[in-house]
Nanobody, 120 residues
Framework: QVQLVESGGGLVQAGGSLRLSCTAS????????MGWFRRAPGKEREFVAA????????WYLDSMKGRVTISRNSALNTLYLQMNALKPDDTAVYYC?????????????WGQGTQVTVSS
């Protein structure tokens, strides 16, 4: 089993920045990639960004490119999401997720989420 714990959410004004963190524990040795997703009020969950654990290759939701950066610290088993120029539409619960298999697109483990609220 893997446990994921997010932190760093909060209330920020439009144009501001936040850095989210996610610390993984448990059976993390088989991690292929980790990612961030979000669910805004009344909307479906959507992908934000992901990174392969070994190589650091990353990919992003098109609408967030240039405003967010995903990174990881393998030694600390910690994933980060730096978000800049935040907009009210970025208000959502942000979830950290872990994908253990290269052969499956499915993210197997999920954190509880951290609330990000952007005021106008």
């Amino acid at each position: 089993q893997v446990q994921l714990v997010e932190s760093g959410g909060g209330l920020v004004q439009a144009g501001g920045s936040l850095r989210l963190s996610c610390t993984a524990s448990g059976r993390t040795f088989s991690t292929y990639a980790m990612g961030w997703f979000r669910r805004a009020p009344g909307k479906e969950r959507e992908f934000v960004a992901a990174i392969t654990w070994s190589t650091g290759s990353s990919w992003y939701l098109d609408s967030m490119k240039g405003r967010v950066t995903i990174s990881r610290n393998s030694a600390l088993n910690t994933l980060y999401l730096q978000m800049n120029a935040l907009k009210p539409d970025d208000t959502a619960v942000y979830y950290c997720a872990l994908r253990s298999s290269y052969y499956s697109d499915e993210f197997d483990y999920w954190g509880q989420g951290t609330q990000v609220t952007v005021s106008s």
